[in-house]
T-cell receptor, first 118, second 112 residues
Framework: AQTVTQSQPEMSVQEAETVTLSCTYDTSENNYYLFWYKQPPSRQMILVIRQEAYKQQNATENRFSVNFQKAAKSFSLKISDSQLGDTAMYFCAFMKPWLSGGYNKLIFGAGTRLAVHP | NAGVTQTPKFQVLKTGQSMTLQCAQDMNHNSMYWYRQDPGMGLRLIYYSASEGTTDKGEVPNGYNVSRLNKREFSLRLESAAPSQTSVYFC???????????FGPGTRLTVL
């Protein structure tokens, strides 16, 4: 069974600095998808970034980028130039495509609470 | 474009009461999902609907029922609420089951 582990329950960073959130996962699959979702105090779950396992290039989205290490089963999120609005809970998630149809299960880690300080 | 909407935002129930959580999406997505979020556990799937007319159990379906009313709407029903169902409930949708899921704002449910 697939599992997702976020080993940092809480992190803090100063505004404008860079922070990296860790995520590891366990799977025997070769093709899958990885996601980072952000949940601010408003509780809304917001997609930050998505990575397809078959792509060697790391995904980027403005100030957010990932370091995808497939062999190590590691998927860390780097936030550059941190802003106060980045304060949120961040969830790493794994999805194994079920190519023959049916549900592609989205498995979440327990989350990392990030606080950005002025 | 509202995306995924959920009602109500907050609800307090007594043990044994029933209620239905409503979810609607305006993105013409085929697949819809219900999750619950408990402290320290991330999100867990309760039920999903891969397409209109189909529903299937997720990881934690006990105590819940769902209805895919049409392509837009997917409701979650608690027939006899229990304190263990105190949680935040999220609805999500995706274009298909292989695609990115987009979430609603959540419903905070407390069962006394």
């Amino acid at each position: 069974a697939q599992t997702v582990t976020q080993s940092q329950p809480e992190m803090s960073v100063q505004e404008a600095e860079t922070v990296t959130l860790s995520c590891t996962y366990d799977t025997s699959e070769n093709n899958y998808y990885l996601f980072w979702y952000k949940q601010p105090p408003s509780r809304q779950m917001i997609l930050v970034i998505r990575q397809e396992a078959y792509k060697q290039q790391n995904a980027t989205e403005n100030r957010f980028s990932v370091n995808f290490q497939k062999a190590a089963k590691s998927f860390s999120l780097k936030i550059s130039d941190s802003q106060l609005g980045d304060t949120a809970m961040y969830f790493c998630a794994f999805m194994k495509p079920w190519l023959s149809g049916g549900y592609n299960k989205l498995i979440f880690g327990a989350g990392t609470r990030l606080a950005v300080h002025p | 474009n509202a995306g995924v909407t959920q009602t109500p935002k907050f609800q307090v129930l007594k043990t044994g009461q029933s209620m239905t959580l409503q979810c609607a999406q305006d993105m013409n997505h085929n697949s819809m999902y219900w999750y619950r979020q408990d402290p320290g556990m991330g999100l867990r799937l309760i039920y999903y609907s891969a397409s209109e007319g189909t529903t299937d159990k997720g990881e934690v379906p006990n105590g819940y029922n769902v209805s895919r009313l049409n392509k837009r709407e997917f409701s979650l029903r608690l027939e006899s609420a229990a304190p263990s169902q105190t949680s935040v409930y999220f609805c999500a949708s995706s274009a298909g089951t292989v695609y990115t899921q987009y979430f609603g704002p959540g419903t905070r449910l407390t069962v006394l």
